[in-house]
């Protein structure tokens, strides 16, 4: 073995066994979220030896002084200072300090702008793992409020005219849709060993924890926000400051309820009504439309049996041209389309009801629609702030050898065009 393979090894072993250890650290976040995070940093790496860079474009002396950063506000938060160091202010490793306190009122508390480069590769890694964040029309605002015209009136047809005839004017009806900014953070511990020095390691995994919990709040806003239905319970709500799909107001969305005696998500025929839940959906919006739904959802209806033969119409579907029937992807998920239906693509995302939900009668469980009609305001800062005191997740962290990491950010979230979607419903009995 040569130097460069011996040095490879070693470096694969250290990186392995820091993901390891922060991993176990988070006790603060769901297991979930932390595997998830690591994920991200294991593609991450795998893009860098493939393509010499990954998806944040940060060089790994810009992670390393994020990183830095992060540990150098802890430090002076520990001495109880409240400003970044003047040496990273002088060599331009901090943006400035945001004297917007992660507690409003209180500027002992404040938190620090990160680099703009950083904000973008943590936007950049949600959009990665977020069906929403990837899909939906992105609006950058520099208020806290922005209206986007809406087109409300019927199709426009024109009109045919005779000689010396004037023709009609045809009126153009739009209404308005507004983002409105809000608050979002994310707040975890992590432990003190693992803050003792910047390393390309840590700052991967504090821009990966940021970009995967963005993205996760932003899909549960998008799709369910607002909806008297959880869809992990099937009680209620998922509420918040957005409404989403599954939460607007009744008569607003394009609806379909299946046929009387189909009370489960599993009675979904991927035929017969994937087919009338496009065709509620007007044809000017139907490029770059796509189902979504929760995976195991996606697994009855990718098993329901819709031949007198009893085999599963998936094996059917899966030879046809242009995806025409229903395939399926086992690697497909919120960003990668887990399959297709009636032509169109299928992406399935956790926060969809379930099939663990108590009841199935008369609920929306299956949108089918273009995600471009639905608006991201993107206020663009990020803040990190940090605690060495405070209860993280129930526990208090001074006493636990931990630190408290704070992200924040600004951004907005609106269905434009809510015709531009269609609810699937069971029956009511």
């Not at 943590?122 to 977020?130: E, F, M």
């Not at 979002?184 to 991967?204: I, K, T």
């Not at 609806?255 to 000017?284: H, I, R």
Request: proline fraction near 3%; charged fraction near 20%; glycine fraction near 10%.
């Amino acid at each position: 073995m040569n130097e460069e393979k011996i040095l490879a090894a070693v470096s694969e072993t250290v990186t392995k066994n820091f993901s390891d250890v922060m991993e176990k650290s988070l006790k603060s976040m769901e297991e979930v979220s932390a595997k998830t995070a690591r994920r991200i940093v294991e593609e991450m790496a795998v893009e860098r030896s493939v393509r010499g860079t990954d998806i944040t474009f940060l060089t790994d002396e810009q992670k390393k002084d994020f990183a830095l950063q992060v540990i150098e506000a802890w430090k002076g938060r520990e001495a109880g200072a409240v400003r970044v160091t003047k040496e990273l202010i002088d060599a331009g490793k901090v943006h400035f300090k945001a004297n917007e306190p992660l507690i409003e009122e209180q500027d002992n508390r404040g938190g620090y702008l990160v680099q703009p480069e950083v904000a973008a590769a943590i936007l950049r890694i949600a959009a990665s793992v977020g069906t929403i964040l990837k899909q939906a029309q992105r609006w950058n605002m520099k208020t806290d409020q922005l209206g986007i015209p809406n087109y409300t009136g019927s199709f426009l047809t024109g009109s045919y005219i005779g000689v010396d005839i004037p023709g009609s004017i045809t009126g153009l009806t739009f209404g308005q849709a507004v983002l409105i900014v809000k608050k979002w953070q994310l707040a975890f511990a992590v432990g003190n060993d693992l803050l003792r020095d910047a390393s390309v390691e840590l700052g991967e995994w504090l821009l990966s924890l940021a970009g995967e919990a963005l993205a996760n709040m932003v899909d549960q806003q998008g799709f369910v926000g607002g909806a008297t239905l959880n869809a992990v319970t099937g009680t209620t709500s998922y509420a918040g400051p957005f409404q989403g799909i599954l939460g607007l107001p009744s008569g607003s969305v394009n609806t379909y309820t299946m046929a009387t005696g189909n009370t489960t998500y599993a009675k979904f025929n991927p035929v017969t009504d994937a087919l009338n839940m496009v065709a509620t959906v007007e044809e000017s919006v139907l490029d770059g439309c796509a189902f979504y739904c929760h995976r195991t959802v996606w697994a009855d209806i990718a098993g329901t049996l819709a031949s007198t033969s009893g085999l599963p119409f998936l094996y059917f579907g899966a030879m046809a041209a242009n995806n025409s029937g229903l395939e399926k992807d086992p690697t497909g998920g919120p960003i990668r389309a887990a399959g297709y239906m009636a032509g169109f693509p299928v992406y399935t995302n956790r926060w969809m009801p379930s099939t663990t939900v108590g009841t199935q009668t008369n609920t929306p469980f299956i949108i089918f629609g273009n995600l471009k009609a639905m608006a991201f305001g993107d206020k663009g800062t990020i803040r990190v702030g940090n605690f060495a005191s405070g209860s993280f997740g129930g526990k208090e962290i001074a006493l636990s050898d931990q630190a408290g990491i704070v992200y924040k950010h600004d951004h907005a979230l609106v269905v434009v065009l809510p015709k531009a979607f269609c609810v699937g419903y069971t029956s009511a009995s």
